[in-house]
Nanobody, 122 residues
């Protein structure tokens, strides 16, 4: 199983990025996919998740700015990030599992991708 996160970069405040998480080795449409982020010196925190039935949820600080979506034909989940703020700066990770009862909890996910760095700075 591989999860490949990509799309990070350096953007000014107010800018946008779209992160992608491409999966291989799993029957993708059965899986809940979560996005987490971790800033230096901080705990990994949940950002958003999308279930196999396209139900999405968001951490409060990103609601209205981030949109998660999935394309099962491409085995890919996207995180569109708009209105980026300096406090969004972190390494972003995607994670996957079939049974996810508490999507905000990292331990619910058995598979993790490598991080992609997002830096919001002028």
């Amino acid at each position: 199983v591989q999860l490949q996160a990509s799309g990070g970069g350096l953007v000014p405040p107010g800018g946008s990025l779209r992160l992608s998480c491409e999966a291989s080795g799993i029957t993708f449409h059965y899986y809940t996919i979560g996005w987490f982020r971790q800033a230096p010196g901080k705990e990994r925190e949940w950002v958003s998740s999308i279930t196999s039935t396209d139900s999405s949820s968001y951490e409060d600080s990103v609601k209205g700015r981030f949109v998660i979506s999935r394309d099962n034909a491409k085995n890919t989940v996207y995180l569109q990030m708009n209105g980026l703020k300096p406090e969004d700066t972190a390494a972003y990770y995607c994670a996957a599992d079939i049974v996810v009862l508490r999507p905000q909890e990292p331990h619910e996910y058995g598979y993790w991708g490598q991080g992609t760095q997002v830096t919001v700075s002028s």
